[in-house]
């Protein structure tokens, strides 16, 4: 599975970013997907989830409230609507999909290259 992330940029806090990621894969709906993100000096950490039929998702504790993830399996893409951004937001996000609906970043075989957020105080 291919996969391509954009929509990231600079913020001030308090403000929202879409990120988006678009799959080159026949069979998109079987595939789960999932938004991970790594900040500098830090390991990469689960953000949101959501299975292939978009009926199940899941969060990070620090993100619940105020980020959501969508699918639109017609459009091989997957959404993270990202509202009320902190400083502690910024970081390099990355979609990633995997046939297995999990919550850990060795749950997922296929990444995207990643794009910025940068959330400015």
């Known amino acids: 599975v291919q996969l391509q992330a954009s929509g990231g940029g600079l913020v001030q806090a308090g403000g929202s970013l879409r990120l988006s990621c678009a799959a080159s894969?026949?069979?998109?709906?079987?595939?789960?997907m999932a938004w991970f993100r790594q900040a500098p000096g830090k390991e990469r950490e689960f953000v949101a989830a959501?299975?292939?039929?978009?009926?199940?998702?899941g969060y990070a504790d620090s993100v619940k409230g105020r980020f959501t993830i969508s699918r639109d399996n017609a459009k091989n893409t997957v959404s993270l609507l990202m509202n009320s951004l902190k400083p502690e937001d910024t970081a390099v996000y990355y979609c990633?999909?995997?046939?297995?609906?999990?919550?850990?970043?060795?749950?997922?075989?296929?990444w995207g290259q990643g794009t910025l957020v940068t959330v400015s105080s």
């Open positions: 959501i299975s292939g039929s978009g009926i199940s998702t």
């Open positions: 894969v026949r069979t998109f709906s079987r595939y789960a």
């Open positions: 990633a999909a995997d046939k297995t609906y999990g919550f850990s970043p060795s749950d997922y075989d296929s």
